[in-house]
């Protein structure tokens, strides 16, 4: 885990928002009431309502002389029209992408800027897992085709977002990920605090060069003394992140996933996640695939403990991606997150052994090419770093 990482901050608040609905109004009403300056940083951008109600809000934001600057990758915005870039440039927004695909570049066209946050005057933030698409949301409908989950904030810890997102910018012309200035940090991971009331810690990650995010995913869920519940879209997850799974729930620990079910947009993944399934399960891991709709979200609650963002936790989103996610420690969040997991288990599927092993053979079968050529893949990228 090379480089500082950021510092516990107290005196935060925080507001769980769940789907699109909730969470994109609040983004515009932000922009719209910017002063000074709004950044978005952004995977998935791509034409359409949400991206017309978005591109709008800034461009409005830019002509009434608010300094706007967005940072989208490369690739995840490859659906974001010609005419909706020229209409940013011409309110005067500043837009850069991340990573240009280039063909001389090779595999290093993999490495992709995955966070997702908007900062609004060096006191708001928003964080998640969401991209700007109508998948998200379509303005004026009350529900989502995508599952989804973003944390607003005010206090202190906003300026440290303000930093990953200042620093990435002015790196992102070399085509790398930013390099903390000297002096900037703490040298190790910090301590997780006994209990609190907005604390709040970013954690990121920058395409193997730094993963203080798993770092501290795995030393949460080793120390935890409840409940370890984790959610997320693509289930690869690393191998010391499974290995503290199964230890947590041979101590006794409530352990479950939340998983995404047959809705997905990425069935290969799903079934290659499958072949961890029988051992997590026999170790006494509960597993459920949420039904209604693609489950997309990123979150993890361990005891009171919160962390919410863009990361996947899983071996190729750490190999190549740049991730965020907020930490918090805070009650009314912990409740809310809390809340939020019992109503997606209740809409769940639980998968036990009897089940799995009862599964049809064209579903074994997609499991285990999916599967081999994971590992393959993985194996292959393993030789060449």
Not at 67 to 89: E, I, K, M, P
Request: overall charge positive.
């Amino acid at each position: 885990m090379p480089g500082p990482v950021f510092p516990w901050r107290d005196g935060n608040q925080f507001e769980l928002l769940i789907d699109g609905p909730a969470f994109f109004p609040r983004m515009l009403q932000a922009i719209a009431g910017a002063q000074a300056q709004v950044d978005l940083e952004l995977y998935l951008v791509e034409a359409g309502a949400c991206a017309e109600a978005v591109v709008q809000a800034l461009e409005q934001a830019a002509v009434r002389g608010v300094r706007v600057r967005c940072l989208f990758d490369d690739y995840g915005s490859l659906a974001f029209t010609a005419a909706l870039r020229q209409r940013l440039l011409d309110a005067g927004v500043y837009l850069r992408w991340y990573n240009r695909l280039r063909w001389k570049r090779g595999l290093r066209n993999l490495y992709r800027d995955h966070r997702k946050l908007l900062l609004v005057d060096e006191r708001w933030a928003v964080v998640g897992g969401t991209g700007v698409t109508d998948e998200f949301w379509v303005p004026g409908e009350s529900s989502s085709a995508w599952h989804e989950v973003m944390v607003q904030m005010h206090g202190p810890v906003v300026s440290d977002w303000q930093q990953l997102f200042d620093r990435q910018w002015q790196a992102n012309e070399r085509r790398t990920a930013w390099r903390p200035a000297e002096g900037f940090g703490l040298p190790r991971l910090p301590k997780l605090p006994a209990q609190g009331q907005g604390m709040g810690r970013v954690a990121y990650a920058d395409a193997r060069q730094h993963q203080d995010i798993l770092h501290s995913l795995v030393r949460a869920i080793n120390s935890g003394k409840q409940r370890v519940w984790l959610a997320t879209p693509y289930f690869l997850p690393t191998w010391s992140v499974r290995r503290s799974l199964r230890r947590a729930a041979g101590k006794g620990v409530d352990v479950r996933l939340l998983l995404t079910g047959p809705r997905t947009d990425h069935p290969s993944v799903r079934y290659a996640g499958h072949r961890y399934y029988p051992r997590l399960l026999r170790a006494g891991v509960r597993i459920y695939e949420y039904q209604p709709c693609f489950l997309h979200l990123k979150m993890v609650l361990i005891d009171d403990w919160v962390s919410i963002g863009s990361c996947n936790f899983d071996h190729w989103n750490l190999r190549f991606n740049l991730e965020a996610n907020i930490e918090a420690l805070d009650p009314p969040l912990t409740a809310a997150v809390h809340a939020s997991f019992e109503r997606d288990f209740a809409l769940s599927q639980a998968v036990d052994l009897d089940h799995w092993h009862a599964r049809p053979l064209w579903r074994r079968v997609k499991q285990r090419i999916w599967g081999w050529l994971d590992r393959l893949v993985v194996n292959l990228l393993d030789r060449r770093d």
